[in-house]
């Protein structure tokens, strides 16, 4: 007898899940994970059976959404200055899901520097006294990381106290770094001079008595 044995297995598994990438964008890095410039989170969902697919999600709690669209959604979520986290989820027609979080921290704006001149002001801009320069920073987004002062930027020293000027012409450099790498700058010139002039004078001529003269007289003076 020819005997045969035959078997048929059938395995069942559920619909694929979708896949989902997510990618930092700035256009302009600064240091310690900060960008600079523009920055957007993008979004990128693929549904391997060409189903329907949805992102959502929420960028610190306010909720975002891009699709559906058949085989892959592009979702690109700018984000604002700060830091912060956003989720997202890729969801199919079929209802399998996949998904992640991403957190970023931007901060495009240069720190503010004021700086203010004080002493007895003279003319054109010149200080008939000394000086003294009274320097202040603000800096609201990622910290400062340096407050430094020089003349004609070299020797940067850390600015605690005001500083004076005596007889001269400076430019006083004042810079303001923040954690990011924001670099703000602020050149003030200074002209100081606290020496009056010396005026002097002579007089000529034929000295007669109780000193009158008694001929022309020429004055002469420096």
């Known amino acids: 007898d020819v005997c045969a044995c035959v078997r048929q297995e059938y395995v069942c598994t559920g619909p694929p899940d979708p896949t989902i990438s997510a990618t930092l964008t700035c256009s302009a890095w600064g240091v310690n994970g900060w960008c600079i410039g523009d920055e957007s989170l993008d979004l990128v969902a693929t549904e391997p059976d060409g189903q329907n697919v949805l992102i959502s999600g929420d960028l610190n709690g306010d909720v975002f959404s891009c699709g559906p669209e058949a085989g892959n959604v592009n979702c690109?979520?700018?984000?604002?200055e700060g830091t912060g986290t956003v989720n997202y989820l890729a969801t199919s027609a079929q209802g399998t899901t996949a998904g992640g979080s991403k957190s970023w921290q931007r901060d495009a704006t240069l720190p503010v520097i004021d700086g203010s001149l004080t002493g007895t002001n003279g003319s054109n801009g010149w200080f008939i006294s000394s000086a003294e320069i009274t320097a202040s920073v603000t800096e609201s987004g990622s910290g400062l990381s340096a407050f430094e002062t020089s003349l004609d930027n070299t020797n940067w020293t850390a600015y605690t106290t005001p500083l004076t000027f005596n007889d001269g012409v400076y430019t006083l450099n004042i810079r303001a770094i923040d954690v990011a790498g924001n670099i703000a700058i602020v050149d003030l010139p200074i002209s100081v001079d606290t020496v009056s002039p010396t005026v002097g004078g002579t007089l000529s001529g034929?000295?007669?008595s109780a000193n009158w003269y008694n001929s022309i007289v020429q004055?002469?003076?420096t």
């Open 76 to 80: 690109s979520i700018p984000l604002p």
């Open 206 to 208: 034929t000295m007669g």
């Open 219 to 221: 004055a002469s003076s």
